[in-house]
Structures are given as C-alpha cells and as structure tokens.
C-alpha cells in the first residue's frame, strides 16, 4: 500500500507539472486575479518545475522521500489560491461545459487528497539521523 501511495503522488506530481509546459497558456487562465499579470507565465513556469521535482524527489527514495512530501505540503499551501481560484471560476476553461463542471467539482478534492497522501508519506518516512555529539 505504501508503494502504491509513493508513486500515485509521485506520479500525480510529475503529470499535473509537465501540464504546465504543454498546456500553459490554459494554465496561465488559471492563475488568480490578484497575481499581476507579468509575474503570471514566470509563475507558472516555476510552480510546474517545482511540481515535477516534487515527484521526482519522492520517487528517488531514502531521505529524498521526505523532502519530496513536504514539498508537496508547501505546493499545495503555495497552490491554495489557483485551487479555489479554479474551483469557484469558469473563465479559465475552453472545453465542454460539461468536462469544465467535473473539473471544477474534482480539483478541490484532489489537491485535498494528495495533502493527505502526502502527511502520510511523510510521517511514514524517518528522518535522517542526527549527527553525532
């Protein structure tokens, strides 16, 4: 089960990343009103790096793991905004009425998910050793 959880996450992160390089523009719609609109793109450049490094860390396994999950914590802390943003909006979306409903009823609920799964990766991964006196 522990397996499973790392590379759902994992996964999870390196996917929804990649998506904001292949689908960027989309991603900027995204992006909350209150975030200028230059510092818009470079943000989501930056948050869809830091996502797919979040995956790889927790995939790369030994301590990396735990480094990997609490970055995943501080993403979606960091991400809260977008989410509601994407939650409680439809201006950002150009598909069907009916797949921008699913969407917006599944985002909120994922991202609590992954926290979830997260908080257990990390609590279920030991922390490195302390030095010695």
């Known amino acids: 089960m522990a397996r499973f959880i790392i590379w759902f996450v994992a996964l999870d992160w390196i996917v929804f ?12 719609l995204q992006m909350p009103d209150f975030i200028p609109p ?17 995956g790889v860390l927790i995939l790369a396994g030994g301590r990396l793991v735990r480094i990997g999950a609490l970055l995943s914590i501080l993403l979606l802390i960091g991400l809260a905004p977008a989410i509601l943003a994407i939650t409680f909006t ?23 998910l992954i926290g979830w799964l997260s908080v257990r990766i990390w609590r279920s991964t030991p922390p490195p050793p302390s030095p010695p006196a």
């Open 38 to 54: 230059a510092w818009r793109s470079p943000l989501v450049y930056l948050s869809g790096a830091l996502e797919v490094t979040t």
């Open 90 to 112: 439809d201006k950002a979306f150009l598909a069907s009425p009916a797949f921008n409903t699913a969407f917006r009823f599944a985002v909120l609920p994922h991202a609590l």
């Open 17 to 28: 990343g990649a998506m904001h390089f292949t689908g960027h523009e989309q991603t900027v």
